[in-house]
Nanobody, 116 residues
Framework: VQLVESGGGLVQPGGSLRLSCAAS????????MSWYRQAPGKERELVAV????????NYSDSVKGRFTISRDNAKNTVYMQMNSLKPEDTAVYYC??????????WGQGTQVTVSS
């Protein structure tokens, strides 16, 4: 099983980034996919979640209206478009795959730094 995140980096406030998470080794279409983030000294927090077929999406209040989660089940990949980035968005972003009662997998994380 692998979840490989990419797309992180350094961006100025107000800028944009697109994170990707490529999945392999499990049935992607059965998994709810989520993005979490963890800033230094803080607990890991849920940012966005998308259901297996993409019909249900939810965001944390802190990113609503700025971030967009999506998935391509043909490519076994989940994305997160992040716009209007703020310094407080600085964190390591993690991809999670979960099917309740069956499995839960995590990626290694990708660093996002928002700074001028």
């Amino acid at each position: 099983v692998q979840l490989v995140e990419s797309g992180g980096g350094l961006v100025q406030p107000g800028g944009s980034l697109r994170l990707s998470c490529a999945a392999s080794g499990f049935t992607f279409t059965s998994a709810t996919m989520s993005w979490y983030r963890q800033a230094p000294g803080k607990e890991r927090e849920l940012v966005a979640v998308i259901s297996s077929a993409g019909g249900s999406i939810n965001y944390s209040d802190s990113v609503k209206g700025r971030f967009t989660i999506s998935r391509d089940n043909a490519k076994n990949t989940v994305y997160m478009q992040m716009n209007s980035l703020k310094p407080e968005d600085t964190a390591v972003y993690y991809c999670q795959a979960r099917r309740m009662g069956y499995f839960e997998y995590w990626g290694q994380g990708t660093q996002v730094t928002v700074s001028s």
